[in-house]
């Protein structure tokens, strides 16, 4: 019953994962979100919590561990010298009291000891930007990109006002604040799109997002963008000694300010703060969803650190949400990557805050019954910053006998095929493997990032692509010709040959990648890895034989695998060994490896242990770490334990020979008692290490 529960919970953390990045590339990438804030921020939330509970399943690829969205488009790519971090939310008073909490014990303060100071800010809801200046010149902006690297939006920024060309001193530094819509603006060319019959901007912080980085900076001149500053750095640094300096310094060298922060505030204070905003925000010329909470000191900031995404010494507190009533003229079912059916409701336009709303998913069928959602109801819709809320609650006072209750459709909306449930799951699915909406959404995700990463093959190239004929599947993409490309709309000789090229060197990728990019429900980047270390393992390369015969090899004897041999994989159970199977026991994809490999697609096996690993007083020992620590997170936590020497598993079992439980330790901290294996608290884990311990940035 227990792995039953558990499969449950990796399968419904994947399913999270998936929501959440869809959602990261429709708000940061394509400026075009369908989730609303307050929904996003309880998916996340409930992610964070299945993988404190369960740290075996948290994933380099998952939202809780990456900041933003991966760049990507023509755009240049701008590597930042200084991480670009997101924040931890806090959504009432409680949890900005438990932040302090945090604060005063990662300093080692006593209750009786002065509290930290704190510096609140108006969170102003843009587009996050760094900017560079040398000898007093502006000389690069990049948007924040994943955190690590942004896109190159130099000309661009040009354009806005607010960014001084010149500084006042011949300095070398970086800045980094929110380039945002002002209302006004937002109202104006909205004003212009409803005269021209133009499909309406959602909301200012994607419309300001979509105006910067355009291709050509003279739409976005036309744009009358805005900037605020906040963040300021000398020397790859914080520049001196506490933020509220750092404010008053950038406002001396001709940044704007936003001039509504205050600092010398104890947590009560910054409680006091936000109610303070709680509605007059509402008569600000820009958008703000909240105050972002810094200790002051930079010294302090030092030694808090930061974890995985975000540092220990801020929070970003958000408003309560806000509602409106509308009503659900229609309830439309949307085919996505897995043939999964996902009603959204088409509401009667409404603004919000600025952002007029037309449409929120109901995620599915039981969601819409749970809610008794139907169409022609009046409904609330919840909204926490401006991106497209979601429905609430239905008003059953106001029906008057005309509304209709929504079916899930018999047959696929898009090809007619018939629509199934599987046993014991919430979702419908059309059962056509070849339904134009999932070949489109699943060959999307294949040349995406993450997977085989074609830069250029977006869903405007796809759809000609497939309408041409020239692509039915991921081995058709190693078929195109020059020839082929340039007869495309909008292709001339240049895009044809960057496609090719980036075609070619998709050619040659880890097998884990290419996995990934199969879209296997279940399997995202992680479970990709661990698969791939197996088959690699199971099916190791022969002495002479090369890589395309390998990955032919492999490939076929995949196509012949039961799926109750997948479980065999470290950190996979039955539910996703099972979805595994039947993909590559269903005719209509068992074939698409192989084909990929006739194609001409080559998986690299995974690198074998580095030469000396193995070594160290863990030599031998299986250990799985579990909960929350203090000094490691679980990627380091992990490390730590290969560089003594020993394997980090994801699961317990009789093999185990240690487990490392922090707290919330869960279900695998009764398993590994359930069975005898050592259980370590931290301390006794930094004991074991000794000398290879190392600690979590």
Avoid at 144 to 153: A, M, N, Y
Avoid at 352 to 369: I, K, Q
Avoid at 679 to 692: H, K, Q, S
Wanted: glycine share 10%; with cysteine; aromatic share 6%.
């Amino acid at each position: 019953m227990l792995a039953s529960m558990d499969e449950h919970t990796r399968a419904r953390a994947e399913e999270l994962r998936q929501i959440l990045l869809r959602a990261n590339r429709l708000y940061y990438e394509e400026d075009a979100p369908e989730l609303a804030d307050a929904e996003y921020d309880r998916l996340l939330r409930e992610l964070v919590e299945l993988e404190a509970a369960h740290p075996e399943l948290v994933t380099p690829d998952s939202p809780t561990q990456r900041v933003g969205a991966p760049v990507g488009g023509p755009l240049g790519d701008v590597e930042h010298r200084v991480p670009m971090l997101s924040l931890a939310n806090a959504f009432d008073a409680d949890e900005l009291r438990a932040f302090d909490a945090r604060v005063r014990r990662g300093l080692g303060l006593a209750e009786d000891e002065p509290p930290p100071s704190y510096v609140a800010e108006l969170k102003i809801d843009g587009l996050a930007i760094s900017l560079r200046y040398e000898g007093g010149r502006f000389a690069l902006g990049a948007t924040r990109g994943d955190g690590r690297t942004g896109e190159d939006v130099t000309a661009n920024l040009r354009t806005v006002e607010a960014i001084p060309e010149r500084l006042a001193e011949a300095l070398t530094l970086e800045v980094r604040g929110e380039v945002y819509m002002p209302k006004a603006e937002f109202a104006r060319i909205n004003a212009e799109r409803e005269e021209a019959g133009l499909p309406l901007y959602a909301n200012p912080r994607n419309s300001g997002a979509g105006s910067l980085r355009q291709l050509d900076p003279q739409v976005t001149a036309g744009r009358k963008l805005s900037a605020w500053f906040y963040t300021l750095l000398e020397e790859g640094g914080p520049a001196g000694g506490s933020q509220s300096a750092a404010l008053a310094r950038l406002e001396a060298l001709g940044f704007p300010v936003q001039p509504d922060h205050t600092a010398g505030l104890d947590i009560e204070g910054v409680i006091a703060f936000t109610e303070r905003w709680r509605e007059p925000r509402h008569e600000l010329p820009y958008e703000t969803d909240g105050v972002v909470v810094k200790v002051d000191r930079v010294d302090l900031q030092e030694r808090l650190g930061m974890v995985s995404r975000a540092p220990r010494w801020a929070v970003a507190y958000k408003f309560p949400p806000e509602q409106v009533e509308t009503v659900v003229e229609d309830i439309v079912p949307y085919v996505g990557r897995t043939g999964t059916l996902t009603p959204v409701a088409h509401l009667r336009p409404v603004l919000v805050a600025g952002s007029t709303v037309a449409r929120a998913t109901l995620h599915n069928l039981d969601e819409v019954r749970r809610k008794d959602v139907r169409i022609g109801d009046h409904v609330v819709l919840h909204k926490a910053g401006d991106v497209i809320p979601e429905v609430v609650r239905s008003l059953p006072e106001r029906r008057d006998g005309k509304e209709r209750a929504f079916q899930m459709p018999e047959t696929c909306p898009q090809c007619g095929a018939p629509v199934v449930r599987d046993e014991g799951e919430v979702r419908y699915r059309c059962s056509n493997p070849f339904c134009p909406a999932q070949v489109l959404a699943g060959l999307s995700h294949f040349v995406g990032r993450g997977g085989m990463d074609i830069e250029g093959a977006g869903t405007a190239v796809l759809v000609q692509l497939l309408d041409r004929g020239l692509l039915s599947g991921p081995a058709d993409f190693y078929r195109l010709r020059f020839e082929d490309l340039v007869e495309l709309d909008r292709f001339g000789d240049k895009s044809a040959a960057n496609l090719v090229a980036s075609i070619d060197r998709s050619r040659r990728r880890p097998l884990s990648r290419i996995l990934a990019a199969l879209g296997i429900r279940h399997v995202g980047e992680q479970t990709a890895i661990d698969l791939a270390d197996w088959v690699a393992a199971t099916w190791p390369p022969e002495e002479g034989e090369d890589e395309a015969d390998w990955t032919a090899r492999v490939a076929w004897a995949l196509a012949e695998t039961e799926a109750e041999r997948f479980e065999a994989v470290p950190g996979i159970g039955g539910v996703v060994a099972a979805s595994i199977g039947r993909f590559f026991d269903d005719p209509n994809t068992a074939g698409i490896l192989p084909a990929l490999a006739a194609a001409g697609v080559v998986a690299v096996p995974p690198a074998p242990p580095a030469a000396g690993a193995g070594s160290g007083p863990l030599t031998g020992k299986t250990v799985v770490v579990t909960g929350t620590l203090e000094g490691f997170d679980r990627k380091s936590a992990e490390a730590a334990v290969r560089a003594a020497g020993g394997k980090a598993s994801g699961s317990v079992s009789r093999g185990t020979d240690y487990l490392v439980a922090g707290e919330k330790a869960g279900s695998k901290l009764a398993k590994a008692q359930e069975l005898g294996v050592t259980v370590l608290d931290e301390a006794d884990f930094r004991a074991l290490l000794g000398a290879f311990a190392t600690e979590a940035d």
